[in-house]
C-alpha cells in the first residue's frame, strides 16, 4: 500500500521541478529575444562606425576563431576590401539588411548596409546570443534548483503536520477497548477528516444499537426459557416420584408437553437470531405463490384437527427477490398464529394478488378473536404476548412469532398491517 505522504512529496515536487523547468525555458526564450535585440543594435552601431570613403584593399589576420564578430567590406564595384576572418564560411556577397545563415560550423546572424562608398556586411554566430541566454536562464535558476533539496524537506514535513490528525485518529482507534464504542471526538479537526470521523462515529453508534439489541436479546431468551425449563425439571421429578401407571402417564403427557413448549420456544429464538443478519443470505428470485401455497399445504392438517376452514380465496402470480427461508419462517408464524387463535368451526381465508404498480400483497384473515387496536403496536415486540385481547388463555406462546415477522418484512421491503378482518378477526397485510 503507497503512502499519502509519499504521494504527495512526489507529485508535489514534481509539479515544483516542472515548474522550474517551464520557468527556465521561459527566461531563457525572453533573455534570447533580448540579446537578439541587443546584439543586433551592437552590429548597426558597428557597421555605422565603419570608414564610408574607399580604401585600399586590406586583409585581416587570418583568425580562426568563430567568436566574436566577423567583418567584410565591399566596394561598389564588388573588389573585397577588407575581411577579419577570412576562414569564416559566410558567404562570399552581402544581403542586405538582418539575416539568419545556415553553415556547416552553426547558424550566424547577418548584417548587411551600404556605408557611403562601400559595402559591409558583419556576421556573429548565434551560438554567442545562445550561451548568453542559457547563462542569464541559468543564473537566475540556480537559487531554487538548490533550495530544491530544503522544498522536499519542507513539503515532507508540512505534510506530515497535514496528516498528524489522522495518525492520532489511528492512535485513539488502536488503543480503544473493544467495549468502547462512545463516539470519537470530532472537534479541532480538519474538514477533510470530519467525514471519516462522523462515518466512524455512526458506525460506533450502530454497533452500540446492536450490542444493545443483543444483551437485551440474550436477557430476555434466558428469563423466557427459565419459565419452560423449570417447568420441565418439575414435571420429570413428578415422573419420577409417580407411584401408579396413571399417574406416570400423566406426569408424562405433561412433560412431553413441556417439552414441547421449550422446543417451540427455541425455534422460534433461533428463527430470530437467524433473521437478524440477512444482509448476509442470498437473495433470488422467489415464486411468493407456490411459497405461501406451500406453507398453507403445511398447516392444513393441524387446522382440520382443530375444524378450522384454511383455503385460499386469491391466489395471483407474483415473484420477489428474497430469501426463501426467511419468507418461509414469515408466512408460517403467520399462519400459525391464525390456525393457534381460531376457535374449532371458525374459518381463515388467504389472499395473494398484485397491485396495479406491480407490488404483491399477502393477505391472512381469521375469524378469531382479533388484536384490539391499542395493542397492535406492541404485539410486534419480543416475547410480548397478549393472550387476554386474544380470547385463548389455554394456549401459550413465545412472543417471538410476530417479532419475526416484522423483523423478516422490514429486511424485505414490506410493511406489516394488522386490521379487522371481514370474518370478524385479524386481517393481517404483508405489502412488498
Wanted: net charge neutral.
Amino acid at each position: 500500500m503507497r503512502s499519502i505522504r509519499h504521494q504527495l512529496l512526489f507529485w508535489l515536487v514534481a509539479l515544483v521541478v516542472a515548474g522550474v523547468g517551464a520557468a527556465g525555458w521561459l527566461i531563457y526564450r525572453q533573455a534570447l529575444a533580448e540579446a537578439n535585440e541587443l546584439f543586433d543594435y551592437q552590429l548597426q552601431e558597428i557597421a555605422a562606425a565603419l570608414p564610408s570613403e574607399p580604401f585600399s584593399q586590406i586583409f585581416g589576420a587570418h583568425n580562426d576563431a568563430d567568436e566574436g564578430i566577423v567583418i567584410q567590406i565591399w566596394s561598389r564595384t564588388g573588389a573585397l576590401m577588407y575581411y577579419s576572418h577570412p576562414r569564416a564560411p559566410l558567404a562570399p556577397r552581402a544581403e542586405l539588411g538582418f539575416s539568419t545563415e545556415r553553415t556547416e560550423r552553426g547558424d550566424w546572424r547577418v548584417y548587411g548596409a551600404i556605408v557611403g562608398d562601400n559595402v559591409v556586411q558583419l556576421a556573429q554566430p548565434l551560438s554567442v546570443r545562445n550561451r548568453l541566454a542559457s547563462n542569464v536562464a541559468l543564473r537566475t535558476l540556480w537559487p531554487l534548483i538548490v533550495l530544491l533539496p530544503l522544498l522536499g524537506l519542507a513539503v515532507w514535513i508540512i505534510v506530515g503536520r497535514g496528516l498528524a490528525p489522522l495518525e492520532r485518529l489511528t492512535r485513539a482507534l488502536e488503543a480503544r477497548r473493544p467495549q468502547a464504542l462512545d463516539p470519537l471526538p470530532d472537534r479541532h479537526l480538519p474538514l477533510e477528516v470530519q467525514p471519516l470521523v462522523r462515518a466512524l462515529n455512526g458506525l460506533l453508534a450502530r454497533l452500540t444499537e446492536a450490542r444493545d439489541t443483543q444483551r437485551a436479546f440474550v436477557a430476555d431468551a434466558a428469563h423466557e426459557l427459565r419459565t419452560p425449563l423449570a417447568a420441565v425439571q418439575i414435571q420429570s421429578q413428578l415422573v419420577a416420584r409417580a407411584q401408579d401407571p396413571e399417574s406416570r402417564r400423566e406426569a408424562l403427557v405433561d412433560l412431553q408437553s413441556g417439552v414441547t413448549r421449550a422446543t417451540r420456544l427455541a425455534e422460534q429464538l433461533l428463527a430470530l437470531a437467524r433473521a437478524e443478519p440477512l444482509e448476509g443470505a442470498v437473495k433470488a428470485p422467489v415464486d411468493l405463490r407456490e411459497l405461501l401455497a406451500e406453507c398453507v399445504a403445511a398447516r392444513a392438517p393441524l387446522a382440520q384437527r382443530g375444524g378450522v376452514d384454511l383455503g385460499f380465496e386469491q391466489a395471483e402470480p407474483a415473484t420477489i427477490v428474497g430469501d426463501a427461508d426467511a419468507l418461509r419462517a414469515m408466512l408460517g408464524n403467520l399462519l400459525d398464529n391464525a390456525v393457534k387463535y381460531t376457535p374449532s368451526g371458525g374459518r381463515i381465508d388467504v389472499a395473494l394478488n398484485v397491485s396495479e404498480e406491480g407490488r404483491p400483497r399477502v393477505q391472512i384473515g381469521d375469524s378469531g378473536p382479533g388484536i384490539a387496536p391499542k395493542e397492535r403496536e406492541r404485539v410486534f415486540d419480543r416475547f410480548y404476548r397478549d393472550a387476554s385481547a386474544r380470547g385463548r388463555t389455554d394456549l401459550s406462546g413465545s412472543g417471538l412469532g410476530l417479532a419475526i415477522v416484522k423483523r423478516v418484512a422490514a429486511q424485505h421491503g414490506a410493511r406489516i398491517e394488522l386490521g379487522d378482518a371481514p370474518l370478524g378477526g385479524l386481517l393481517v397485510t404483508v405489502r412488498f
